[in-house]
């Protein structure tokens, strides 16, 4: 499982360093550094090869008759894309979704559970400040939904 924040930089190329703890994970857990790279809210969602292929799995469920399932699957799908690691344990992020995510020198790589996000990290701290505000809140809902 992905877990923490780490803060890092990219480079003139477009290049970022994968946190060396999620670089353990995916070798770990996964065995294989094979990504695969989508647009998401205000950031990229990055998914190990065998947890985006369990995604879509689940996802062939959606009924391809219903508007909001044919949205959400041409959005998802459309910015989808392999990302590889090179040997320096950094992946190249095209500039379409450096563009989308407003990913400059600054950025944020956080993990939850099964993918990890990229983050500009001026957008992340004001997200995680919303987080913040209404954690109580969501947490009370999310213990009830789950019997806590």
């Known amino acids: 499982m992905f877990r923490g924040r780490f803060e890092h930089s990219i480079d003139e190329k477009g290049r970022v360093s994968i946190p060396a703890k999620f670089r353990e994970i995916l070798k770990r857990d996964y065995g294989s550094d094979q990504l ?85 990290k001026a957008v992340w701290e004001e997200e995680f400040k919303t987080y913040k505000e209404t954690f109580d809140e969501i947490s009370e809902s999310i213990a009830e939904r789950m019997g806590l």
């Open 36 to 120: 695969i790279m989508t647009i998401f809210d205000n950031c990229l969602v990055t998914y190990p090869l065998a947890e985006w292929q369990a995604f879509e799995e689940k996802l062939k469920d959606f009924s391809q008759l219903k508007k909001e399932a044919k949205s959400f699957l041409r959005y998802f799908y459309s910015g989808a894309m392999e990302c590889a690691i090179d040997d320096h344990g950094r992946i190249l992020i095209p500039s379409q979704f450096r563009e989308y995510a407003d990913l400059n020198k600054e950025i944020v790589f956080v993990g939850v559970m099964n993918r990890f996000e990229i983050w500009n």
